[in-house]
């Protein structure tokens, strides 16, 4: 299993990198129920591994999760998120989260996700979120 990707913060903590996909169609948001620490709902995600950029991940993240493949993406933030924790039990991940355009059949890890829906707005204001995918939501002006 590969290792994230790690680094230090200036404090001299270890960090990891993380990069989030935000998929909208139909004015509707493509969001998993993860399976895993830290639960809640959120766009497919996951860490950096260590060899890769936030390109190759990103790619590699929603094709585990989703099946979907990207076809257009843009970088929509890039930002250190010192309280966001993982299941490796590290806290603070610099995360790069993408508006991404993509393309085939959903098709669900069931070892990663309990469930994966297309939410609007309304919908997800009601859903328990992941809290890193809550800040991001709210950061963005969405919820």
């Known amino acids: 299993m590969p290792k994230p ?3 230090i913060n200036k404090d001299g903590k270890k960090i990891h990198y993380g990069v989030g996909a935000l998929i ?11 399976a895993n620490i830290p639960y809640g709902f959120a766009g497919p995600a996951g860490h950096i591994d ?3 950029n936030e390109e190759i991940a990103l790619t590699r ?8 493949k990207i076809t257009k993406y843009k970088k929509i933030i890039d930002e250190f998120v010192e309280w966001n924790y993982c299941s490796k039990n590290v806290t603070g991940h ?6 991404c355009e993509v393309e085939g059949k959903i098709s669900r890890n069931l070892r990663e996700t309990k469930s ?8 997800i204001k009601k859903l328990k979120l992941e809290p890193v995918w809550e800040y991001w ?3 963005l002006n969405l919820i």
């Open 116 to 123: 994966i829906d297309w939410y609007t707005i309304e919908e």
């Open 94 to 99: 610099h995360w790069y989260v993408f508006n």
């Open 5 to 7: 990707k790690i680094g």
């Open 61 to 68: 993240e929603i094709e585990e999760e989703v099946g979907l």
């Open 137 to 139: 939501f709210k950061k």
């Open 50 to 52: 260590e060899g890769e």
């Open 24 to 34: 909208k169609k139909n004015d509707k948001y493509l969001l998993i129920d993860r």
